[in-house]
């Protein structure tokens, strides 16, 4: 009984880690999308700047989250 309630835990923590994995190279599309979208209309140092700096506060704003939660 311990040995499947590990393999299904293990199991489990296999398909988050494949999960977030693909949730990150989604993020990374769609911020690399945004980039090509402005860069059309701004150039690509303009459309650089914004895209990080869109970046920067998604980051910040999910760190503001997890440190809330974590008191």
Known sequence: M???SVVRTGAGLAFL???ALLA???LGLCIWAIY???AVSMGPT???AITGAMT???AGG???IAIR???
Do not use: E, H, V
């Open 62 to 64: 999910l760190t503001w």
């Open 46 to 48: 303009g459309a650089a």
């Open 2 to 4: 311990l040995r499947k």
């Open 56 to 58: 920067l506060c998604l």
């Open 36 to 38: 090509l979208w402005l």
């Open 24 to 26: 990150l190279t989604g």
């Open 17 to 19: 880690g494949l999960a």
């Open 69 to 71: 939660l974590s008191r």
